[in-house]
Nanobody, 125 residues
Framework: QVQLAESGGGLVQAGGSLRLSCAASGRTLSIYGMGWFRQAPGKEREFVAAIHWNTGATYHPDSVKGRFTISRDSAKNILYLQMNSLKPEDTAAYYC??????????????????WGQGTPVTVSS
C-alpha cells in the first residue's frame, strides 16, 4: 500500500504563488508515476500535471502550462507542484495521486490508484 499526504494549500491573492507538497510512504517502490489533480465544487476532477518518476518527464496541460511545474524529490519520496501566477479559476481542492502502471504520463483519474486527501487552494481577486 501507498499513502499520500498533501500539504501547502491555502489562501493566496491572484498573481501569487504556492508550492504544494505530497509525501509518499509505504510501498513507494511500486510508484512509477505521480500526478496532480484538482476539483472545484460542482466540477469533475481535472488533470493538472503528471511526472514519470524515473525519467522526470512531465506533462502540463494548457490550462496550467507556463504557470505550474510538477517535480519530485526521488530520494525523499516527495512530489511538488509549484504554482505561479495564480488565478481565481485555480481555486479548487488539489489532490496528488500515484500509479504503478509504467505508462507514460497518464492523465485520467482512473489510471491512478493511490490518492491523497486533498489540500484546498483558494485564489482571491
Amino acid at each position: 500500500q501507498v499513502q499520500l499526504a498533501e500539504s501547502g494549500g491555502g489562501l493566496v491573492q491572484a498573481g501569487g504563488s504556492l508550492r504544494l507538497s505530497c509525501a509518499a510512504s509505504g510501498r513507494t517502490l511500486s510508484i512509477y508515476g505521480m500526478g496532480w489533480f484538482r476539483q472545484a465544487p460542482g466540477k469533475e476532477r481535472e488533470f493538472v500535471a503528471a511526472i514519470h518518476w524515473n525519467t522526470g518527464a512531465t506533462y502540463h496541460p494548457d490550462s496550467v502550462k507556463g504557470r505550474f511545474t510538477i517535480s519530485r524529490d526521488s530520494a525523499k519520496n516527495i512530489l511538488y507542484l509549484q504554482m505561479n501566477s495564480l488565478k481565481p479559476e485555480d481555486t479548487a481542492a488539489y489532490y496528488c495521486a500515484a500509479h504503478s502502471a509504467r505508462a507514460v504520463l497518464p492523465t485520467r483519474p482512473s489510471e491512478y490508484i493511490y490518492w491523497g486527501q486533498g489540500t484546498p487552494v483558494t485564489v482571491s481577486s
